[in-house]
T-cell receptor, first 109, second 113 residues
Framework: GQQVQQSPTSLVLQEGENAELQCNFS?????MQWFYQRPGGSLVSVFYNPSGTKQSGRLTSTTVIKERRSSLHISSSQITDSGTYLC???????????FGTGTRLQVLP | NAGVIQTPRHKVTGKGQEATLWCEPISGHSAVFWYRQTIVQGLEFLTY????????DSGMPKERFSAQMPNQSHSTLKIQSTQPQDSAVYLC???????????FGSGTRLLVI
């Protein structure tokens, strides 16, 4: 089965609304990282967050290793937040990075 | 820090031709990864080097794909006898190592016609 699952698959918001993106993993890991990608664009690291909570501006990531989950919270969403958010874990036995299938976020004016 | 540099940004090849993709990792990073991204399959792991040594190539199609890292400043991904299904964005990433974050390059968009 898939080692990294993200939900929701897609999300449409009105500008100013908050978003909560989830990432669940089924295996032990070394690290976890959130990435952002615009259509046709490269992967940009949003958070490197193997455990605990990190905040950067309107973005907050919380990873709970024991519960095998991580979340990305976007507050007061803006149109420029639109894109795909991917979570990735580094497997503890191989150090290989495995990606989820992503959440496609669309923020409307 | 110029980040991870991938060249070329775009490549168009005819079916059956060879394609070589280049990656220059961030200086000092000991781990280099290659991924392939398509709309249908998403991000697929291809191969991984640590300190220039191949560690895991479990994602590499065995027959036509090969990757090398001859020195710490660059890695290459070579595809022989390219097929239309090889069309994808090929991404390279580097990392300081275990328990470190990963930085991706902008990718090489390969189109096989």
């Amino acid at each position: 089965g898939q080692q990294v699952q993200q939900s929701p698959t897609s999300l449409v918001l009105q500008e100013g609304e908050n978003a909560e993106l989830q990432c669940n993993f089924s295996t032990s890991l070394n690290s976890m990282q959130w990435f952002y990608q615009r259509p046709g664009g490269s992967l940009v690291s949003v958070f490197y967050n193997p455990s605990g909570t990190k905040q950067s501006g309107r973005l907050t990531s919380t990873t709970v290793i024991k519960e095998r989950r991580s979340s990305l919270h976007i507050s007061s969403s803006q149109i420029t937040d639109s894109g795909t958010y991917l979570c990735a874990i580094s497997l503890s036995n191989t150090n290989k990075v495995v990606f989820g299938t992503g959440t496609r976020l669309q923020v409307l004016p | 820090n110029a980040g991870v540099i991938q060249t070329p940004r775009h490549k168009v090849t005819g079916k059956g031709q060879e394609a070589t993709l280049w990656c220059e990792p961030i200086s000092g990073h000991s781990a280099v990864f290659w991924y392939r991204q398509t709309i249908v399959q998403g991000l697929e792991f291809l191969t991984y080097f640590r300190n220039q040594a191949p560690i895991d190539d479990s994602g590499m199609p065995k027959e036509r794909f090969s990757a090398q890292m001859p020195n710490q400043s660059h890695s290459t991904l070579k595809i022989q006898s390219t097929q239309p299904q090889d069309s994808a964005v090929y991404l390279c990433a580097s990392s300081l190592g275990k328990n470190s974050d990963y930085t991706f390059g902008s990718g090489t968009r390969l189109l096989v016609i």
